[in-house]
């Protein structure tokens, strides 16, 4: 029941967002919001998230096994892509699009709905991480290999949120604490840059227009994201790698999020299929709350975890 309530609370600002661009349409711009967001409100979250907490090597295994799940993802793609499809743009589309979760717009706000604030430093340094593998990996692959994968690392810097994690970071390291009264301010930005993600994500949802759906791409990236990989996941983390059942829990989540938005910006951006990645986002977004519901009955029923 607490699990079902804390994603409610998640989705009543997505649904808000939906509603608001159906009503307004065209004077509701999200470019102007996602501007705001990611080089404002998302830079002050990442510092914010980083400074909760102070860093150690266990934090650090947590990004780490985030990125090598996700390169898991991958691979499991790419053996999918080689075998069932023979389309280029599908092959790249099966290779990437699991791995690329939206620990952003609904993964951050959904591990503080579940977990409470001592998951954010966790959900920051994983979304950091799913920053990196989207503008490297991601282009890569959106771009049938068009694109120079050292060009794609070069231009991740470009992005403020990187700038402010590592000044974070190198604080925390250093041990220096942020003072109170700034440490407040910047956790009202933080707060705003969660709530701003949802709208923008229900702002998304609402400009999807699906053409003719592709069933075979549907098929394959479903049974990869909510199937396979979420049976790999749980075995390794609650039963091979030695990880507090907590940090477990919360790294769970955030690899089985939907797909992020960001698939379909990137592949609009290479001209590979955005209408068949946009219909992935889509389904994947709404097939995630009963999955969600399932698995964390599933997990408290046989003793492996708690989502809530």
Known sequence: M????????????????????????????????VILSVYFLHP????????TKPMSLELLQVPFYYVLFSILTIGVGFIFARVFFEDVKERSIMTIAAAINNTGNLGIPLGIAIFGQESIIYTSMMSVANTLMTYTLGVFFYSAGTSSMKQAFLNI???????????????????????????????MGAYCMVVLQLIVFGMYLYNMKLGE????????????????MPIITVWLLFFVLPLEPFVASV????????????????????DCKPVDVASLI???????????LMVSYLLAYFDIAHLG
Request: glycine fraction near 4%; proline fraction near 3%.
């Open 157 to 187: 810097f470009k992005l403020p949120v990187i700038w402010a994690a590592m000044f974070s970071l190198g604080l925390n390291f250093a041990g220096i604490v942020i003072h109170p009264t700034l440490f407040k301010s910047l956790e």
């Open 251 to 270: 790294l769970f989540l955030e690899l089985i999020v939907p797909l992020a938005v960001t698939n379909v910006n990137i592949s609009a951006l290479y």
């Open 282 to 292: 889509l389904f994947t977004s709404l097939l995630f709350i009963p999955f969600l």
């Open 44 to 51: 002050i979250f990442s510092f914010w998230g980083l400074s």
């Open 2 to 33: 607490n699990i079902a309530l804390s994603i409610l609370a998640i989705y009543v600002f997505i649904l808000l967002g939906y509603i608001a661009k159906k009503i307004f349409k065209e004077e509701l711009a999200e470019r102007g919001m």
């Open 213 to 228: 759906l592709n069933y075979k791409l549907l098929l394959h990236v479903h049974l990869i994201k909510f199937v396979i």
